[in-house]
């Protein structure tokens, strides 16, 4: 199995070499990564010589990550974002959860950075709401076989919640694999915009979305 590390950037400039720095022993085992860059900052020059491919695209995660995926050559997609660092052990856990007639996507259990006590409450949250519906997030570094997301159409080319749709689409083909392996990621957001605060919007967009909300009007309020 070989995977197709699918990184997709905005203005990552400050962050971009450690995210792609702790990549290089999976890049040295034969996988690939593909950084796809949409701000205006030195993210494309500083990830040239770490990665793989360096494309650019339009802003939108959707675009960017389809835009990597189709030059992708890997048997396996991997997004993830450069706030995020998976562990050591993704690799064979992907390659022996999607071994067989097993699932054909999944994603990892998630660690918030912060140290809060309410970051331990939010992440142990996430990670059950996602066993319980079937439901990922980016945060949680999805993976898919090339071939089940191309089926599907890859993603929904909206502003916000293109994570939700593609889970929704996956999920009708089979459930996906839960692995309890944590990637970690960051927690800026909850801390800059403070924790309960974020939880609460980050529920309300997706009732709304559920609900047939717009994505732009509730990536205008996500933003």
Wanted: glycine content about 8%.
């Amino acid at each position: 199995m070989r995977l197709s590390i699918i990184v997709p950037c905005l203005d990552e400039a400050a962050g971009i070499a450690a995210a792609l720095n702790a990549l290089a022993g999976l890049r040295q085992r034969g996988h690939e990564v593909i950084v796809v860059d949409a701000g205006d900052d030195a993210t494309a020059e500083l990830a040239l010589p770490l990665a793989d491919r360096v494309l650019r695209a339009p802003r939108g995660r959707a675009v960017q990550m389809n835009r990597g995926a189709a030059v992708a050559g890997g048997d396996v997609l991997l997004f993830l974002h450069a706030d995020t660092r998976l562990p050591p052990s993704a690799e064979q856990l992907i390659a022996d959860g999607l071994a067989g007639t097993g699932p054909a996507w999944g994603r990892f259990d998630v660690r918030l950075s912060g140290r809060h006590p309410l970051l331990r409450v939010v992440e142990t949250a996430m990670n059950w709401r996602s066993r319980l519906t079937g439901i990922a997030t980016g945060d949680q570094a999805i993976f898919v076989t090339r071939d089940r997301f191309r089926a599907v159409g890859g993603y929904p080319e909206i502003p916000l919640m293109e994570d939700i749709a593609l889970s929704k689409a996956l999920r009708h083909q089979g459930p996906p694999l839960c692995l309890r392996a944590r990637v970690t990621t960051s927690s800026r957001r909850w801390e800059r915009h403070g924790i309960v605060r974020t939880v609460v919007l980050m529920w309300s967009l997706r009732l709304r979305y559920f609900c047939g909300a717009d994505p732009a009007e509730l990536a205008r309020r996500y933003d």
